[in-house]
């Protein structure tokens, strides 16, 4: 999507601090942190938010992310961590390409 910003840092068009990338999800660090560990694991296609996976086809998907997100824990030395998806407007979601955001302190 080419308005997208999560699309555009999927395909290199802006910067950011990526710690992941598979063919599946790439992982950077959130702009604005609110945790010691705050990471947005983001699925490559664009969708625009968990409300739209589709049963059958996105199946792997969200295993796959938290297993991202699990490793990415570790890595960076979290003790504890919330894993997090916000769903629409009214759910708090900002940018309408799913992200899981990944809270961890230290
Ligand atoms: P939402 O409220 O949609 O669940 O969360 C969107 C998150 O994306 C926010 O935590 C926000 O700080 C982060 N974010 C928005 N724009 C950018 C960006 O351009 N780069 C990075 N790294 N994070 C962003
Ligand atoms: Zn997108």
């Given at each position: 999507m080419t308005d997208c910003i999560f699309c555009k840092i999927v395909g290199g068009d802006i910067p950011a601090d990526k710690l992941h990338d598979d063919d599946l999800c790439i992982a950077f660090n959130d702009i604005h942190p609110k945790a010691d560990i705050h990471i947005l694991v983001v699925p490559k296609e664009h969708i625009a938010t968990v409300a739209d996976l589709e049963e059958g086809k996105?199946?792997?998907?969200?295993?796959?992310?938290?297993?991202?997100?699990?490793?990415?824990?570790?890595?960076?030395?979290?003790?504890?961590?919330?894993?997090?998806?916000?769903?629409?407007?009214?759910?708090?979601?900002?940018?309408?390409?799913?992200?899981?955001?990944?809270?961890?302190?230290?």
């Open positions: 996105h199946d792997h998907l969200v295993g796959h992310m938290v297993n991202v997100a699990n490793k990415l824990a570790k890595r960076e030395g979290a003790q504890g961590y919330r894993i997090q998806f916000n769903v629409g407007e009214k759910g708090g979601q900002e940018v309408f390409h799913v992200h899981m955001h990944l809270m961890g302190w230290k």
